[in-house]
Every structure is written in structure tokens, then in C-alpha cells.
């Protein structure tokens, strides 16, 4: 089995979003998705009963990891993870224990930036992720790509020696998939084919 978590520093910065689409695309793949919520708000796990209303689309395993311990059902292929906000120091080895891919999410601003590299530092400490146990790329969340402070966060990233993988435009499709419990590749193509577009390196480097 397969684990992907996503994990940041500060709240906010669309863990959430990228778990749920993430789980979304590999079960419409036909892999078998848990999804843990370690998060209190438990975003991800309202996200997964709006998607009981509907018919004819994967089921996504639910874990409360707040309240219950993580174990996705038996043949599994993938389990993907919502770490909570605010994770420091020996929490960050205890997160990352079974952890083979972990993906940060940053946003286009300078109190977020900041946040981000007070967090790789204690991140690139860690046991797994020094022994390269675990692999990390970053993707930039609610972009606008004409924007300078975009463009500051590009060059940010570019200095950093994890990979900058891709970035995923500020849209208003995620706000609408996620009120429905769907992930943007459920919606009609014509309206997110520009948001689409963007995931592709993300799901190439997960190949890897």
C-alpha cells in the first residue's frame, strides 16, 4: 500500500483540496482510496459525506484519525493523508513514520513563505526524510500567475532543493466541487479543463 500525506506548517494553505482530488483521481483510476483526516475540522471528512448523495462514482474509505486509529481496509492501494496544521518536532517523525510521499502546499504570500521555510528546516531533519525514506515536492496553491507575488514565490521555490512541481490556479471550480463532495475531474470538462492541465505534472511525479 501505497502513502501520500499532505502537510504544512500553517493552515489554510489547501491540504484538504489537494487530498480529496488526489483520492478522487486514483479511485476514478480504479485503485482502492482510503482517506485519513488527522485534522480537528475534519474537513476532509464532511468532504466524503456530501459525496454519499451521489451514484455511480468510487467509494473513498473514510478514517476519522482524530478519533480512531488509521487502518484502511483490507487491499487497499492507496492511502492518502490530511496531516493537521501546526505539526513541529517530534510529531513531524511520528507523522511521516509509514509516509512515502509527502507534498506541501504553499501559497503565493510572504507570511506563508515564511512559514514554509521555518518548516523544511525541522522537515529536512527528520530521520526519514535525511535517509530519503520519504520524498517531498511542494506545489504552489491559489495561484495567479500574472501576479508579482507569484512570481516571488516562483523564484522562492526555485532556490529550495525540493522539488517545485507544479502550481494550481485560485478557481472557483474547487469551491464548487468541494460544496458537492465531487473533486474538479467530476465536473464537466469545459469548464475545468484549465485546472486539469495543471495537476498533470503532479500525478507524473507521482509516478516516479
Known amino acids: 500500500m501505497r502513502t501520500i500525506m499532505l502537510m504544512n ?5 489547501g491540504k484538504t483540496t489537494i487530498a ?3 483520492a ?12 485519513a483526516d488527522f485534522d480537528t475540522q475534519q474537513s476532509t471528512i464532511d468532504w466524503l459525506e456530501a459525496r454519499k448523495d451521489y451514484e455511480g462514482i468510487p467509494d473513498i474509505q473514510a478514517i476519522n484519525a482524530v478519533n480512531e486509529p ?9 492511502l492518502i493523508m490530511d496531516a493537521p496544521a501546526g505539526v513541529h518536532g517530534k ?11 509527502l507534498i506541501l502546499p504553499v501559497l503565493p504570500s510572504p507570511i506563508d513563505m515564511r512559514a514554509c521555510s521555518r518548516f523544511l528546516t525541522e ?10 525514506q520519504t520524498r517531498i515536492g511542494i506545489v504552489a496553491n491559489r495561484a495567479k500567475e500574472q501576479t508579482r507575488i507569484y512570481h516571488d514565490l516562483e523564484t522562492y521555490l526555485g532556490h529550495l532543493k525540493i522539488p517545485f512541481i507544479t502550481h494550481l490556479r485560485e478557481s472557483q471550480n474547487y469551491i464548487r466541487s468541494a460544496e458537492k463532495g465531487l473533486a474538479i475531474f467530476e465536473l464537466a470538462p469545459s469548464q475545468v479543463y484549465k485546472d486539469v492541465i495543471l495537476w498533470d505534472p503532479l500525478f507524473k511525479w507521482l509516478k516516479v
Not at 506548517?9 to 494553505?13: L, V, Y
Not at 478522487?24 to 482517506?35: C, I, P
Not at 510529531?91 to 510521499?101: H, P
Open 91 to 101: 510529531a513531524i517523525n511520528k507523522m511521516l513514520l509509514r509516509v512515502d510521499t
Open 70 to 78: 488509521v487502518r484502511p481496509a483490507k487491499g487497499t492501494d492507496l
Open 9 to 13: 506548517a500553517k493552515g489554510g494553505c
Open 20 to 22: 480529496t482530488n488526489l
Open 24 to 35: 478522487t483521481w486514483y479511485a476514478d483510476e480504479g485503485k482502492k482510496v482510503a482517506l
Open 123 to 132: 522537515l529536512l531533519s527528520s530521520g526519514r526524510v535525511s535517509k530519503n
